[in-house]
């Protein structure tokens, strides 16, 4: 059987770097700066910067500090063009002083496979929280477990119904060990 994990920031990296969210070179915010986390293919926002909120180390795999949108080293580009060619889209973007390019991760694909049962604790949104917009998609999850059943053959993905998570397959997770990713940490879901 498969196993799956989900990428996150490490953020005990001492001396990191802190990144706010993507600008046209302008300066100004990309308008819908929340499609990066949708799970959707996105139209080229080129060209894009990201601003630095806190100098410091760059990271192979960093998230933006509101909608937390992805953003990778060209090695780790390089992994996801490679690996998972029809599960994301990267986008490069112009980083602060950096000679290395550096890409928006856009992961397009969305599964719905959060095991209720498996996980510490899952709970949707109901009709009776007042937010009718958000009925069906989960309020609350911890300890997130997916039912690798429903995953097919993705190797990128978003958990339907909680779009936060980047969960990747193992063969991904080892090319980004080998790579030497420095940012990004895995907990198996």
């Keep these: 059987m498969r196993r799956f994990f989900e990428l996150d920031i490490d953020v005990y990296v001492p001396g990191r770097w802190y990144l706010r969210e993507p600008t046209d070179l302008a300066g100004q915010t990309v308008p819908d700066i929340w499609a990066f986390v949708y799970g959707l293919p996105v139209m080229d926002p080129r060209p894009l910067r990201v601003p630095l909120s806190r100098p410091g180390q760059p990271l192979d795999f960093d998230k933006t500090t509101v909608a937390g949108t992805p953003i990778v080293s060209g090695r780790i580009a390089s992994v996801f063009r490679e690996m998972a060619p029809n599960d994301v889209q990267l986008f490069p973007v112009e980083d602060q002083g950096q000679v290395e390019p550096f890409y928006l991760l856009n992961v397009m694909r969305v599964i719905r496979c959060i095991d209720d049962v498996a996980c510490e604790e899952a709970r949707l949104w109901t009709p009776e929280d007042g937010r009718p917009d958000r009925v069906g998609e989960y309020h609350v999850v911890s300890g997130l477990r997916i039912d690798t059943s429903k995953v097919g053959d ?36």
């Design 154 to 189: 993705a190797a990128v993905f978003r958990p339907g119904g909680y779009l936060l998570p980047i969960i990747l397959d193992e063969q991904i997770k080892a090319a980004l060990e080998q790579s030497g990713i420095v940012g990004g940490q895995f907990v198996e879901v």
